[in-house]
């Protein structure tokens, strides 16, 4: 495009912000510039939110590692010790409960975490429905307020309605993320 075509539709543009006729286009264009804004700023705090469950997902399972390995090395322990022969008898029945004692805890401290675990990325999953949902939101309304804003150049009021086509394809997305909780 050369400079002086550029010119010539920036002062065609001016003129149609100017036009009362055009004033409806312009509206909805200061709507959509607030709805982008808007679902922008949702889908920005939807993907933090997807990110920190992720992380504490993640710390979750790495204590459910650690609690693994101690286990294993508990029953190791109980395992060798079963097999030494010990004078105190009293001693070696106290021993024994105190590794069966151990075992029983380290077992139910794997279940509780690899539940808490699956539970925040049942969240991270949740999260990124949403954060999906309003991407495609953000998406369609830029869309929207880019051809409806061709019609201050055109005057064609069919961009207007394109516009508004894709702008209520948009809401309805962001929208759509209140059916996902």
């Known amino acids: 495009m050369e400079a002086n075509e550029a010119h010539e539709l920036h002062e065609h543009a001016e003129h149609g ?9 312009a509206f909805t264009m200061s709507l959509l510039a607030v709805l982008v804004a808007i679902t922008t700023v949702l889908g920005h705090r939807t993907h933090t939110e997807a990110v920190l469950d992720q992380n504490k997902a993640t710390d979750q399972w790495n204590e459910y590692q650690a609690k ?9 322990s109980a395992d ?23 075992e029983a805890k380290w077992t139910a401290d794997l279940t509780e975490g690899q539940h808490k675990a699956e539970e925040f990325e049942k ?21 929207g307020l880019v051809v409806t804003s061709v019609t201050l150049l055109t005057r064609a009021r069919i961009y207007w309605f394109l516009g508004l086509v894709f702008a209520a394809g ?5 929208l759509s993320v209140i059916l996902l909780k």
């Open 17 to 25: 912000a100017h036009d009362p006729s055009m004033r409806p286009v």
């Open 68 to 76: 693994k390995i101690r286990s294993y090395n508990t029953s190791l």
């Open 80 to 102: 060798l010790l079963s097999v030494l022969a010990v004078a105190d008898k009293d001693k070696e029945a106290r021993i024994a409960k105190a590794y069966a004692d151990h």
């Open 123 to 143: 969240k991270v999953e949740e999260a990124e429905a949403r954060a999906n949902r309003f991407d495609l939101a953000e998406a369609l309304l830029e869309i």
């Open 170 to 174: 948009g809401i309805v997305s962001g």
